[in-house]
């Protein structure tokens, strides 16, 4: 697509392309994708990303929902095989089994619903993003302490990177505030020590006013929780102590997480 279409295109849909090449560049190679590695761009637009995510040699999955951008993406990748155009929406696209990896620049209004897709679950394929997201996001989401469940979950499950500030002139048109490039790579936690840690943080957070010590009674060892836990509330308690702490607690074979992951 032209450039000058694209830009009219953005404008009348609300949406922000990339326009700028070091970042793009900069989210496709920290993806450091594979030949034949699954990677998934969602939000595709007219394939700013997809076109270089193509040439990596990785299979490409370009998700979008408007059909204008679906029919130039269409067109655009029609004798590429390795770039399979998805014309569905983000937030409920069936996502694959087999190990996947996100690189995307979506808009910020939908950036949350797309988190949770991917960072909830436990037994998805996702593995890693290069995402694009809005600046308050990045910080909120890269903190040590999370004032939510959901958030705390995710940082105690993904190592969250802020890999550049991305300032609003590198997208057309520009938005109201930047943006930045955040990395999210899974901890590789087992299965036992995630189910620990799920039980722990919903207990803790579900009475945010408590000390999360008080809060885990009955959840888990006194002994344990009141060495590595201090005074704090949920919210207080840093992401390494969750982890130190689920750690600890899975080698303890008397501890029983929640119903849900046994
Ligand atoms: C910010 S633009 C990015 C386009 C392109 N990836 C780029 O970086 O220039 C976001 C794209 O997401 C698409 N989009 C918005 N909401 C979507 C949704 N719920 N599901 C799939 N695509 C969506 C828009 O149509 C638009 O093409």
């Not at 074979?253 to 992951?261: C, E, G, I, L, M």
């Amino acid at each position: 697509m032209p450039s000058h279409r694209r830009r009219a295109a953005a404008t009348s849909s609300g949406v922000h392309h990339l326009s700028d090449d070091r970042v793009i560049t900069g989210l496709v190679d920290a993806a450091d994708l594979a030949e034949d590695d699954l990677v998934i761009d969602f939000g595709a637009g007219p394939g700013t990303i997809t076109a270089p995510l193509a040439r990596t040699g990785a299979r490409v999955l370009a998700v979008e929902r408007d059909p204008r951008f679906v029919d130039t993406l269409r067109r655009r990748f029609a004798t590429v095989p390795r770039v399979s155009v998805v014309h569905e929406d983000l937030r409920t696209v069936r996502l694959p089994r087999r190990a996947f990896t996100v690189v995307a620049n979506i808009p910020f209004a939908v950036s949350t619903p797309l988190l949770r897709r991917l960072l909830t679950p436990v037994n998805g394929g996702f593995s890693r993003a290069e995402l694009v997201v809005e600046w308050g996001l990045a910080k909120r989401l890269t903190t040590t302490h999370h004032r939510d469940f959901e958030a705390a979950w995710w940082s105690c499950r993904y190592t969250m990177t802020v890999r550049r500030r991305i300032p609003a002139r590198c997208f057309s048109p520009a938005p109201r505030v930047d943006a930045a490039h955040l990395g999210v790579r899974q901890r590789g936690l087992d299965r036992r020590t995630l189910a620990i840690l799920w039980t722990l943080l919903s207990a803790a957070y579900e009475r945010p006013r408590l000390p999360a010590r008080t809060a885990l009674n009955g959840r888990a060892p006194r002994r344990v929780t009141h060495r590595l836990l201090s005074e704090h509330s949920a919210s207080g308690v840093h992401t390494g102590q969750w982890l130190m702490l689920a750690k600890t607690l899975a080698l303890d074979q008397n501890v029983v997480p929640a119903r849900r992951f046994r």
